[in-house]
């Protein structure tokens, strides 16, 4: 192991948030540690231009092995854990709910125990990322840390499991776990199932030259939307504070899913315009008259959540968090001009552009 200030294991660290995280950590001069699962074919694309970095190491686990993660813990003895892995879908999570559970709930217990068990309760720091979909029908607005939960999906019931325990083992065991509840955060590396991600790559592919049609669910569904590499800043503050804690990551302000969808378009060159309502509700190319956008209510969640508006004002003042540091247009922006940049590739190498 080569000399460093600090050790940091990752889970998902082949994530959005894994990739952007790595990256931060190790030009602050990290030795950093990634679980990655075994797999026949490697999903390390997003961390792909760092598997040279000698500080950079990759282990073969998941949060479901408990002997695993113990074995990795007491090698490393990590002066931080960011747990980031989960089963990140909320709409997979009502097909895969025992699933859901058994990583995103159970796979925080093994590693809190783990480190317990390795005598490293007073060393290693540990993240868990927690999430806005703890607050499901939401009790008020915008939600801040002392806002009752009232998770509305699997993926959320499973995510309070594992924030409680976080904050059983801080009061019980004096282990320095703290959550980060951060609302929705995109990148152009969020996966593609992601609406936001649908949004950009479809914006992108219409803009040149597709026929294709956007079909969408609750346009209406409002989120509090920020950008993934600002909200890793945060995470590493939280670690760094001077005592464990919970705090709300979000930028403060809400869009609905039309709005991020009319943004999209725009920024690709292509100006929206909505008729009708409910399920009926279609987006129109004002410039050709064609449906690009439309409503299927394939796409609705079982229970919906319509309402996610969080309140950073706690990260602010102890952090010194920037909720704004990255605006919802210049995300936007970011996200569909790299779509737009990889479709003009493909295209290219198909020789059609």
Known sequence: MLNSSKTALITGITGQDGSFLSELLLK???????????SSTPNTSRIEHLLD??????????????????????DIRPDEIYNLAAQSHVGVSFDQP?????????????????????????????YQASTSELYGKV???????????????????AKLYAFWIMKHYREAYGMFCSNGILFNHESERRGETFVTRKI??????????????????????KRDWGYAKDYVECMHKILSHSHPDDFVIA????????????????????ELVWLGEGLDECGIDKATGKT??????????????????????KAVSELGFNPRKTTFRELVEIMTDADIAKQKAVLEKQGTF
């Open 28 to 38: 602050k001069g990290y030795e950093v540690f990634g679980i990655i699962r075994r």
């Open 53 to 74: 970095n000698p500080s950079l190491h990759l282990c073969y686990c998941d949060l479901t092995d408990s002997s695993g993660i113990c074995r990795i813990i007491r």
């Open 98 to 126: 025992e699933f859901t559970a058994e990583v995103n709930a159970l796979g925080v217990l093994r590693i809190l125990e783990a480190v317990r068990t390795a005598g490293l309760s007073h060393k290693t720091r540990i």
């Open 139 to 157: 009790h008020e607005i915008p939600q801040s840390e002392t806002t009752p939960f009232h998770p509305r999906s699997p993926y959320g019931v």
């Open 200 to 221: 950009t790559k479809a914006a992108a592919r219409i803009s040149l030259g597709s026929n294709e049609v956007l079909t969408l669910g609750n346009l209406s569904a």
């Open 251 to 270: 930028t403060g302000e809400t869009k609905t899913v039309r709005e991020f969808c009319t943004a999209s378009f725009e920024r690709a060159g292509i």
């Open 292 to 313: 690009v956008v439309k409503v299927s209510p394939e796409f609705f969640r079982a229970a919906e959540v319509d309402l996610l508006l969080g309140d950073p004002s």
